[in-house]
């Protein structure tokens, strides 16, 4: 028998190892942080699709302040700017303001705290995670007390429920802006807001009962919206309020009488609603108002008697509505400067003897100017 021949064995080399992947978890925390927050805000928090960790650390507040301080100028910044530390074990987004502690805030430098003129970062704000909400209050807008941002340059917005933490705020003022969705309850927490007006925007939904605790409202100017429900009673709690527009927008329901209790209120616009009902006798207690705008509702009865109280009153609209062409008792003009008035004929058509009633009321009433209307024109009629 033949002897098999000793075989020698060789191994196939074997392929190279992959080395091992890489994870952030592996990469300080405060590395990445410190990484990240030289990207502008309008782009950082895009990575949050990059891992969990990264998400975590992007909502939190700490790395908010981080990320802000790089591109907020000095001068407008309440947040000590030589302070860049981070913890490691970076809170979620679930951390509030009050873990950031007083070493972050400085009341040395001069910070300005009136902002008629909105800044990128300003505008981002209303689009941001609560997070970066709540520490660009901290760095600029907690110290604020009048934001006028007319017009501003943003495609989508909307009436973030952090404006309830805008504890200094005396002026508001969001007019012809791209604002939409509904008005928060947190817009009650201003006690010190004197102006609110956020006319011309694209708001929905009901007006909040919350608005009724502003005690140091003066102005209050909702016009131009598409706000609906009912004009709530709460508002007759705001006993400083001076100027009352809700016009141009789809409330429906009676004009609440709680209105009568506005004292000081000069101005009370209602218009271009759907307003039903009769004009309650209860406005005849607001002895200051200068200018009554009811036209373009539902609203039906005549003037109420009572309005001879209106002394200063000068300015009546009720065009566009249901109410009857009965001319309240002579007595209403001659207790109320009313410069003008406007009423609609909802009843047969306007004869040459009503016009002629008409004219003998200028004298009668003493009035310069009267409005009417005859066959669906305006017909100005004017004493000399």
């Not at 004292?263 to 218009?271: G, H, M, V, Y």
């Not at 607001?286 to 373009?296: D, H, I, K, P």
Request: one cysteine or more; hydrophobic letters at 45%; a positive charge.
């Amino acid at each position: 028998m033949e002897l098999i021949p000793n075989l020698e064995w060789h191994e196939a080399p074997s392929k190279p190892a992959k080395p091992p992947a890489t994870t952030f978890q592996s990469v300080p925390t405060e590395l990445i942080a410190m990484t990240l927050a030289w990207i502008h805000p309008r782009k950082v928090l895009q990575f949050r699709r990059i891992c969990k960790q990264i998400n975590s650390l992007l909502l939190s507040h700490h790395f908010a302040i981080l990320n802000l301080r790089r591109f907020m100028p000095l001068c407008t910044m309440s947040l000590n700017p030589l302070d860049d530390s981070i913890p490691s074990n970076t809170p979620t987004s679930t951390a509030t303001s009050n873990q950031i502690g007083p070493s972050h805030l400085t009341s040395s430098r001069f910070i300005p705290t009136v902002s008629t003129l909105a800044d990128e970062l300003d505008s981002l704000w209303f689009t941001w995670p609560p997070n970066y909400q709540r520490a660009y209050i901290d760095a600029k807008l907690g110290r604020l007390v009048e934001i006028a941002w007319n017009r501003l340059q943003i495609q989508v917005a909307s009436m973030t429920r952090m404006f309830g933490e805008l504890y200094n705020l005396c002026v508001l003022d969001l007019r012809f802006c791209p604002i939409q969705g509904n008005l928060p309850s947190e817009l009650g927490q201003m006690s010190a807001l004197h102006v609110l007006k956020l006319a011309c925007n694209n708001l929905s939904g009901f007006i909040p009962r919350e608005l009724g605790a502003l005690a140091n409202l003066q102005v209050l100017v909702l016009a131009g919206n598409h706000l609906t429900g009912s004009v709530p009673a709460e508002l007759g709690s705001l006993i400083n309020l001076e100027t009352l527009d809700l016009s141009t927008n789809k409330l429906s329901g009676m004009i609440p009488k709680e209105l009568g209790q506005l004292l000081n209120l000069r101005t009370l616009d209602l218009s271009g609603n759907q307003l039903s009902g009769y004009v309650p006798t209860e406005l005849s207690d607001l002895v200051n108002l200068y200018r009554l705008c009811l036209e373009g509702n539902k609203l039906r009865g005549r003037i109420p008697a009572e309005f001879t109280k209106l002394v200063k009153l000068e300015v009546l609209i009720l065009t566009g509505n249901r109410m009857s062409l009965l001319i309240p008792p002579l007595d209403l003009a001659r207790g109320s400067r009313l410069w003008s008035l406007i009423l609609e004929n909802g009843l047969p058509l306007m004869t040459f003897f009503m016009v002629a009633g008409f004219v003998l009321l200028l004298s009668v009433w003493h009035l310069r100017v009267l409005h009417v209307l005859f066959f669906g024109k305006p017909l100005v009629l004017q004493a000399f």
